[in-house]
């Protein structure tokens, strides 16, 4: 059974356009990371969020983590080709160490 | 720094193979986990060890073992090969569970045939 699931799965983009991803878990995490994958290599971390309601923004990157710290959304300014990769949230919920990444949200900005 | 060092990158076995990925970390890191990436998806979380002499297992632990004899080192081993198995292996290193970065391998790209 997956425990975060990320929405959409794919997204296909203009360059330009504003974009949300969103990872959801009827679980409450102790903390939450975002990471990007490019093909061939290993996930490389964005930001973690640790706070309820705390909002993180790096450059055109604007990452939240609910209230209830059972969902976290990345939202993306201005896409750029450059950002096209596979992006993951992962987290352990309180209490564990089992520390697992969602299903994944694969974006694809076309110049 | 080497950070975390998996080998092989590439292996092909044949069913009812085994084999063991090795996975090597000099951070010192407590936290070591083996994960699996099937094509276009994300990571599924096989084992995990907050520390030497202890393992747990993760999402999808049938058909693979591990150990931790040591703080460095946390191979995963592959009894007998299905061709269910065929993915590409990530093991990660993590200092501080909570806020900490995981740190990645290069990957392990196994195929079972």
């Known amino acids: 059974t997956q425990l975060l699931e990320q929405s959409p799965q794919f997204l296909s983009i203009q360059e330009g356009e504003n974009l949300t991803v969103y990872c959801n878990s009827s679980?409450?995490?102790?903390?939450l990371q975002w990471y990007r994958q490019e093909p061939g290599e290993g996930p490389v971390l964005l930001v973690t969020?640790?706070?309820?309601?705390e909002v993180k923004k790096l450059k055109r990157l604007t990452f939240q983590f609910g209230d209830a710290r059972k969902d976290s959304s990345l939202h993306i300014t201005a896409a750029q080709p450059g950002d096209t990769g596979l992006y993951l949230c992962?987290?352990?919920?309180?209490?564990?160490?089992?520390?697992?990444f969602g299903t994944g949200t694969r974006l694809q900005v076309f110049p | 720094n080497a950070g975390v060092t998996q080998t092989p990158k590439f292996r092909i076995l044949k069913i009812g193979q085994s084999m063991t990925l090795q996975c090597a970390q000099d951070?010192?890191?407590?936290?070591m986990y083996w994960y699996r990436q099937d094509p276009g998806m994300g990571l599924k979380l096989i084992y995990y060890?907050?520390?030497?002499?202890?393992?747990d297992k993760g999402e999808v632990p049938n058909g693979y073992n591990v150990s931790r004899s040591t703080t460095e080192d946390f191979p995963l081993r592959l009894e007998l090969a299905a061709p269910s198995q065929t993915s590409v292996y990530f093991c990660?290193?993590?200092?501080?569970?909570?806020?900490?970065?995981?740190?990645f391998g290069e990957g392990s790209r196994l195929t079972v045939l």
């Open positions: 679980s409450v995490f102790s903390s």
């Open positions: 990660a290193s993590i200092r501080d569970r909570v806020t900490g970065e995981l740190f």
């Open positions: 951070m010192n890191h407590n936290y």
């Open positions: 969020v640790v706070t309820g309601g």
């Open positions: 992962a987290g352990a919920h309180s209490g564990t160490d089992k520390l697992i």
């Open positions: 060890s907050v520390g030497a002499g202890i393992t």
